[in-house]
C-alpha cells in the first residue's frame, strides 16, 4: 500500500503538465541553509577558519503579473552560527564556542519562470533589509540570486528546490564590531500556493 501511494505521489509530483500558471495572488515559505564561504569583518579583525553557517525561514505574498513572472514580498526569520572561532587583533579579543546573530529580513523577490506551465525551471532575485527589533537582532541588507525547479504536486500546490548565493551584511550592537559582509552559497526547499 505504501509503495503504490509513493508511486502515484512520484508520478503525480514529476509528470508534465501543460496547465498554464495564472495571474493572481500566490503564497509560499522556504527554509534555506546557507554556508558562508567568506566572512569579513570591520574594524578590520582577522576572522579565522570556523564554521560559518546560517537557517532561514522566508514567508512570502506575491502576485503573478504573466505566467512567466512574480513579484512578492517577503518576511522571515535567520539565525546566523558561528563555531569555534575566535576574533584576533594583534592580541586576543574574545574566544568563544558559539556565536548566535539573529536576522528578520524584509524582501522584495523577483521570479522568473523558463516556462508558463507549471512545474518550470526558474531564477528569483531578491534584496531587502533587515530589520532590528533588540538588541541580539542585528540589522542590515541583503542580496541574493537562486536557480531552481518547481515540482507540481497538485493543481494549485508546488514544492520548490533551488541553489543560490546570498550576500548579507549585518551591524552588531552587543561585540567590538561595527559590521560583518557574508557572502555564501544555499540551498532551498520551499512550497507554493496560488
Same mark, same amino acid.
Given at each position: 500500500?505504501?509503495?503504490l501511494?509513493?508511486i502515484?505521489? @512520484? ?12 495571474? =493572481?495572488?500566490t ?5 534555506r ?5 567568506? /566572512? +569579513?569583518v *570591520?574594524?578590520?579583525?582577522k /576572522? ?7 537557517? !532561514?525561514?522566508r $514567508?512570502? $505574498?506575491?502576485?503573478?503579473i ?7 514580498? =517577503?518576511? =522571515? ?5 558561528t563555531? &569555534? ?13 558559539f556565536y548566535?546573530? &539573529? ?13 508558463? *506551465? ?9 534584496i ?7 538588541e ?6 541583503? /542580496?541574493? $540570486?537562486? /536557480?531552481g525547479k518547481?515540482?507540481? $504536486? ?6 520548490d ?13 552587543d561585540?567590538?564590531?561595527? +559590521? ?7 540551498? !532551498?526547499?520551499?512550497? @507554493?500556493?496560488?
Amino acid at each position: 500500500m505504501l509503495l503504490l501511494l509513493v508511486i502515484l505521489l @512520484s508520478n503525480n509530483i514529476f509528470s508534465q503538465d501543460k496547465s498554464l500558471r495564472k495571474k =493572481g495572488i500566490t503564497f509560499g515559505m522556504d527554509y534555506r541553509r546557507i554556508y558562508d564561504v567568506n /566572512v +569579513k569583518v *570591520t574594524p578590520d579583525v582577522k /576572522v579565522p577558519d570556523g564554521d560559518y553557517y546560517s537557517n !532561514s525561514l522566508r $514567508v512570502h $505574498v506575491g502576485y503573478n503579473i504573466t505566467p512567466k513572472i512574480n513579484v512578492s514580498l =517577503g518576511f =522571515g526569520a535567520d539565525k546566523h552560527d558561528t563555531k &569555534n572561532i575566535s576574533y584576533i587583533d594583534g592580541t586576543l579579543i574574545r574566544v568563544t564556542d558559539f556565536y548566535t546573530a &539573529n536576522t528578520l529580513p524584509l524582501t522584495l523577490q523577483g521570479t522568473y519562470f523558463l516556462k508558463e *506551465t507549471k512545474g518550470s525551471f526558474f531564477a528569483k532575485g531578491e534584496i531587502g533589509t533587515q530589520l532590528a527589533l533588540g538588541e541580539t537582532l542585528d540589522k542590515g541588507y541583503l /542580496v541574493s $540570486v537562486m /536557480v531552481g525547479k518547481q515540482f507540481k $504536486v497538485t493543481k494549485n500546490f508546488n514544492i520548490d528546490f533551488g541553489l543560490g548565493y546570498n550576500l548579507q551584511q549585518s551591524k552588531y550592537s552587543d561585540l567590538s564590531i561595527d +559590521k560583518t559582509i557574508r557572502n555564501g552559497l544555499f540551498w !532551498s526547499l520551499g512550497i @507554493s500556493f496560488f
